[in-house]
């Protein structure tokens, strides 16, 4: 006769994804804060007049007197660090959406529903965070997408924002299927907004992600986003 299976410890679905919706939340508020704090750092070069590779010596080899070095030095190297741990943090809450995708569907092929699990709702997921958050919940219904992205350069503006390969664009600051012109529009757009916060709606796995992504010259690459983007 054989042995009666054990009796199984493992999470329900439920619980499964409440812990990875905490988790996930826990991983934005981290995102956001580094965001904050790379802000205010990238605020004191700004106010320097300085970027991230302007020179801090003159043409004769010596300290420019008129810079403050040693804060100057201090941010950049701050900046580097910042901007590696913003990317893994990023790489973490990806891998987690894909589990909660994963999750979702597998709750959804054990009832035959298409709901997610009732007790996390999209609503009181989001409501403690900002619209520049990701919202690992919000499961796309109605919007249409129009774009996808096609490539996307390592240590680019758009790569530290979270916009990854296949991703699918369904708004791009005020740009959505009815007025992108053939993606010409999101081209002038970005050309007017270097330097300045866009808002961006992708669909990644069938889940809604909002980002932010700021366009910027001089970050190593071609363009300021370092992506590209195919009409779909």
Not at 63 to 86: K, Q, V
Not at 168 to 178: E, L, M, P, V
Not at 184 to 197: D, G, K, P, S, W
């Amino acid at each position: 006769m054989g042995l009666m299976p054990p009796v199984s410890n493992s999470p329900t679905l439920q619980s499964d994804y409440d812990t990875l919706m905490t988790d996930a939340q826990k991983l934005i508020a981290r995102k956001d804060k580094l965001e904050q704090d790379l802000k205010e750092l990238e605020d004191v070069l700004t106010s320097a007049g300085v970027g991230m590779d302007t020179p801090l010596i003159d043409n004769e080899g010596f300290p420019r007197s008129e810079l403050d070095i040693h804060t100057i030095r201090a941010s950049r190297n701050m900046i580097y660090r910042l901007r590696n741990d913003h990317r893994d943090i990023m790489s973490e809450i990806e891998k987690i959406l894909h589990r909660i995708h994963q999750v979702k569907k597998a709750n959804d092929e054990a009832t035959g529903t298409t709901t997610a699990p009732s007790t996390s709702s999209p609503s009181n997921t989001t409501s403690s965070t900002s619209a520049s958050n990701m919202n690992p919940s919000t499961i796309i219904e109605g919007p249409v997408a129009y774009a996808i992205v096609n490539a996307v350069a390592p240590d680019s503006p758009a790569y530290a924002a979270g916009l990854r390969r296949n991703d699918h664009i369904i708004q791009f600051g005020d740009i959505d299927s009815t007025n992108h012109d053939r993606l010409q529009a999101i081209n002038r757009l970005i050309v007017n907004m270097e330097e300045q916060e866009l808002p961006v709606t992708v669909l990644r796995d069938g889940i809604q992600l909002q980002i932010i992504v700021t366009p910027r010259s001089g970050w190593g690459g071609r363009g300021t986003l370092g992506c590209h983007l195919l009409p779909l």
